[in-house]
């Protein structure tokens, strides 16, 4: 399994190397990143991660909790818990991804409804990530969870908060890029 994560993880490796040369050739001055997709499992994490340094920035997405409807809130089984219970897990494992010498972005992240602790995410974000960890951007997730297709959802008062609890705070999603 070794041999296959590392021939992929080396064949992923040369196209981002050769993208990135391609996108300065052309010009292009702005920060690069990879992509945020993670494949293969815990077992190929590290190989992702390797890969991923071959352009200017890591970018990952985590979500976190929620119901059957995943970022939709529908009949189902339910995972009401917090980020808080347990080390390491939900977005407090998000700093096992960054690397010493790349700015880390997240540029997806929420705590998805429905969950009583949906308040909690922002806050960590802002002192968690960005103040102990050094992050350099987060940006939520933005979905509009009030309009499932053509028509309202029934109760828009979830909806609402669902959309309120995930804007960050002016000014605080960015640092030093």
């Known amino acids: ?17 050769r993208r990135q040369q391609r996108l300065r050739e052309l010009g292009y001055k ?11 499992g815990p077992a190929a994490s590290a190989g992702n991660l390797w890969t991923d340094d071959a ?13 059957a409807g995943g970022h939709n809130i529908t ?3 339910v995972s009401n ?17 960054q690397v010493e010498d790349r700015p880390f972005i997240m540029t997806e992240w929420t705590q998805k409804p429905p969950n009583q602790w949906k308040a909690e995410i922002s806050p960590l974000l802002a002192f ?9 951007a987060i940006l939520p997730l933005r979905r509009f969870p009030c309009v499932y297709g053509q028509r309202l959802a029934r109760d828009e008062v979830l909806c ?5 609890l ?5 000014g605080f999603g960015l640092r030093h890029l």
């Open 1 to 17: 399994m070794g041999d296959f994560i590392r021939f992929l993880a080396e064949l992923q490796l040369d196209y981002y190397e």
């Open 30 to 40: 702005a920060v690069t990143v990879t992509t945020a997709w993670k494949a293969g």
């Open 55 to 67: 352009m200017d920035a890591i970018d990952r997405h985590n979500y976190f909790g929620g119901g």
């Open 75 to 77: 009949t189902g089984s």
């Open 81 to 97: 818990d917090t980020h808080m219970n347990k080390a390491g897990r939900g977005i407090l494992s998000s700093g096992f991804w």
């Open 128 to 136: 968690y990530g960005m103040g102990l960890q050094g992050w350099d």
């Open 160 to 164: 609402y908060l669902h959309s309120a």
């Open 166 to 170: 995930h804007r960050p705070v002016p």
